[in-house]
């Protein structure tokens, strides 16, 4: 049975965000993985190092997935509720998680950890990155690349500038300005299927930077013209860009 616009709407809302598990969108909404596998290959990565680092790890769900850590492992995180789904998960594995603000410096000491990784970072500070890896150490992350859901942010809110912060080779210049060599760069482009209005909405209180001043009060307009649409014509299709980059810090 069909469940009518203002049970998908009271069910998203009354939901929980804090974290970052996707689970609750199971059968509701897809989203393509890049085809690198990026846990996979961090934890490779981490398996051979001696101190790691890893920035902005949210609620700690991907770092928790790793066989085997770093005999010193660190995560960071700025987010209360994420702090403390971090350190539920992974004290107990012995990974110090350190809560941080928003400001660019890490507060660790110069040349402290031989890998340093990230997935989905918000900012890339690329300075504070090379200061606190060792000559020969990896920066390892996946990233949010250009025009991320552009289709779900200009349905809310029409058309946006063109340009991006984002770009993979601006990434590569930044890195390189820091003094770091990238090795490695990798770009795909990924489709997102949105099912029900409800599955949009709990994506959008989430992920916020999608539609930054999202409310559903503010946008029950267009949330009824997708739902309708959704029901016409079938899932919403959008598409996600992810780049891989890995850089190292001259011996």
Known sequence: MKRTFDELVAEAESVSVDGWDFSWLDGRATEERPSWGYARLMGERMAQATAALDVETGGGEVLAGVPRFAPLTVATESWPPNVARASERLRPRGVAVVSTGDE????????????????????????????????????????????????????????????????????????????????????????AVFHDVGAMIYFLRKVIWTVPDFTVDRYRTELRALHDRIQTDGPFLAHTTRFLIEARKPA
């Open 104 to 191: 660019a410096r890490l507060p660790f000491g110069d040349g402290v950890f031989d890998l340093v990784v990230s997935r989905h970072p918000v900012t890339t500070w690329w300075q504070e990155i090379s200061r606190v890896l060792r000559p020969g150490g990896t920066y390892f992350s996946q990233q949010v690349g250009p025009r991320t859901m552009a289709e779900v942010t200009e349905f809310f809110m029409g058309p946006q500038p063109a340009g991006s912060a984002r770009d993979p080779q601006l990434a590569r210049a930044a890195a390189e300005a820091a003094g770091l060599e990238v090795v490695d760069l990798r770009p795909e482009s990924l489709r």
